[in-house]
């Protein structure tokens, strides 16, 4: 049985589909992260944001993300799909669903995965202001 | 040797292009193709930090790089 499912898509991110790959009797709950864009940075008034990726080792290192986690926590099933291309304010970059017989197995596990996501996935966000834009992180 | 190199994100603006055939003379560890980048492209020089993966996988500085291998240059990573 599969129990990782991983995805980045230039189409929007679906909590249903994320939901239901994960959902089963067994689990007694399903814990759900979902990142939005947000429309300020210090203070800075974000215009969008846009997302890009090597995508081919970007599904890797998810898939490693998922393949611990399912290992550390005792879940039954992780979603981690992530959106690549540009999106606007309050739109979703990220989804990961865990679904676990008890439920702190389902939190701690999407809190393992978003952030180690955001320490090895290589997915590069920019962001974009009225006056210019900046990529994110990549300065000292 | 050939070396596919791959810049992305923050990188891809600061070289001007985001995939470079590198011609190496001789065999050359991670450590040495860093050096080599940093000199030839010494606007590198403004990064926080870069990591390297070779054929898709996080590669650290001992690894010796192999005919036609994929390198990407890896500037720190901001999704999510």
């Known amino acids: ?140 | 040797m050939n070396i596919n190199t791959l810049f992305f994100g923050i990188t891809t603006d600061l070289i001007g292009t985001s995939n470079l055939e590198l011609q190496l003379d001789h065999a050359m560890s991670i450590a040495d193709f860093k050096m080599l980048l940093m000199a030839t492209y010494p606007q590198l020089k403004n990064l926080a930090s870069y990591a390297i993966a070779v054929n898709e996988n996080y590669a650290t500085d001992n690894v010796i790089l192999k005919n036609n291998d994929t390198v990407a240059i890896i500037p720190p990573v901001s999704g999510g």
């Open chain 1, 1 to 140: 049985m599969i129990r990782t499912s991983i995805k980045i898509t230039s189409e929007k991110l679906n909590l249903q589909e994320c939901y239901a790959f994960v959902e089963d009797d067994s689990c007694g709950g399903i814990s759900a992260f979902i990142g939005t864009v947000r429309n300020d940075t210090q203070g800075k008034k974000v215009t969008q944001l846009d997302f890009s990726t090597y995508k081919p080792m970007a599904l890797k290192e998810m898939q490693k993300i998922a393949e611990i986690a399912l290992k550390k926590f005792d879940i039954y099933k992780i979603a981690i799909h992530h959106a690549e291309g540009m999106l606007q304010i309050g739109d979703i970059p990220v989804i990961i669903t865990a679904s676990a017989k008890h439920r702190k197995s389902a939190f701690l596990a999407c809190e393992f995965a978003i952030d180690t996501l955001k320490e090895t996935v290589p997915i590069w966000k920019k962001e974009h202001f009225s006056d210019g834009e900046v990529w994110v992180n990549a300065h000292p």
